[in-house]
């Protein structure tokens, strides 16, 4: 069985800039997460999809970070403008009903 | 709102020690807890499971524990290796949520030869 795959592992970009970042969740997980993990600190929640719904975005900087996930499949995270405090771990994961599967992740570098 | 901390942030060991990772968090109403690995430059791989209702769950040389009336929970690691070396999460489920999950900070696992 084929996993999480992320795109691409990783980026660097100068602050003010765009940036987005691709998920391919494992076939027939309905749930989809974003992570941002800074360093030295757990992941922490970003957005969260049901099928195409989103069911918690709480803890997203609407105001710069955007997603979607089109078709209820794959997802994009996108950051427009991008401040030096994005510099993370951005990680994409999937779950049937209960366990949730990570991709490897997209480290991101801000300057 | 739910906490999760993790003790110690780091720990270096000699090959073949039995070691303990403790994990608290705040409020006890969580659906189940989680132990996660995670490799540099690697997502994390899901360990052990303990379901609320469960005092422990084990895996060959690993052994997690969970008193959710204390906020409380051990990964013991048995005669460690220098292939256990990566950074060990804590994550809980928060009850009634869907399928949310609050982490600790992790512990930094060295494991010497």
């Known amino acids: 069985e084929a996993g999480v795959a992320q795109s691409p592992r990783y980026k660097i970009i100068e602050k003010r800039q765009s940036v987005a970042f691709w998920c391919n969740p494992i076939s027939g997980h309905a749930t989809l997460y974003w992570y941002q993990q800074i360093l030295g600190q757990g992941p922490k929640l970003l957005i969260q999809f049901q099928n195409n719904g989103v069911v918690d975005d709480s803890q997203l900087p609407k105001d710069r970070f955007s997603a979607e996930r089109l078709k209820g499949v794959d997802s994009t995270l996108k950051i427009q403008p991008a401040k030096l405090e994005d510099s993370a771990v951005y990680l994409c994961?999937?779950?049937?009903?209960?366990?949730?599967?990570f991709g490897p992740g997209t480290r991101l570098t801000v300057l | 709102k739910q906490e999760v901390t993790q003790i110690p942030a780091a720990l270096s060991v000699p090959e073949g020690e039995n070691l303990v990772l403790n994990c608290s968090f705040t409020d006890s109403a969580i659906y189940n807890l989680q132990w996660f690995r995670q490799d540099p430059g690697k997502g994390l791989t899901s360990l052990l499971l303990i379901q609320s209702s469960q005092r422990e769950q084990t895996s060959g040389r690993l052994n997690a524990s969970l008193d959710k009336s204390s906020g409380r929970s051990t990964l013991y690691i048995a005669a460690s290796q220098p292939g256990d070396s990566a950074t060990y999460l804590c994550a809980v489920r928060v009850a009634g949520g869907y399928n949310k999950l609050i982490f600790g900070a992790g512990t930094r696992l060295a494991v010497h030869p």
């Open positions: 994961a999937s779950s049937p009903p209960d366990t949730q599967y």
